[in-house]
């Protein structure tokens, strides 16, 4: 014989399935949405990269460490597709990178961009394990001064090509799908 339940007994369990919802943290159901930065923004009009440091095993690095090198400055986040991606674009062209005199000065987003995650390390080894063992490849995090200079919109996934003089050159994002930019400022005026 069924037993018919009461309109109560339906209202209750509502009550309890929401109280149960609720407790269970924003960070669990909210899925991290940054706003990627821009594929093509203008040119800066002739501008000097400003003084800045990172963190990388642990010391502080300035970036004057890298003058007279053309630099990429690339800003992640370690739970963002696109940034994945782009590590395996890097990957795939590590020979040309190999060749120049570029280096390419990955950081995970100050505090990863809002949303937890793993380090920029971890994140690379399981995306693009060579790279770690690359020369040309810097790996760190931004420290709050860089973050506040160099990515003051908050972006996900943004870049500054910055030239041996010490000027950017180009503010773009996801290498993925603009390694054409990043190869065009490599190869030009390679040193023999």
Known sequence: MRRSSSPNQGLRWIAAS?????????VAIA???GVMGPKNAPAPAVQTAPAASFISDGKTVPLSTFKGHKVMI???ATWCGSCRAGLHTFAQHKS???KSQIRV??????KNG????VGIRKFTYRTAPSLLRDRHFIFG??????YKLYNPHHYVDVYELID???????????PSATFGKIKGFIEAQQKP
Not at 18 to 26: K, T, V
Not at 105 to 110: A, P, V
Not at 141 to 146: A, H, M, V, Y
């Open 105 to 110: 000065i990955i950081l995970r987003d100050y």
């Open 74 to 76: 690339w800003q992640v």
């Open 164 to 174: 041996a003089n010490g000027q950017v050159n180009t503010v773009s994002s996801t």
């Open 114 to 117: 809002g949303y937890p995650g």
């Open 31 to 33: 899925s991290p949405s």
């Open 18 to 26: 929401a109280a149960g919802l609720l407790s269970i943290p924003a």
């Open 141 to 146: 995090d931004d420290s709050k001064s860089l």
């Open 96 to 98: 040309l990178i190999d």
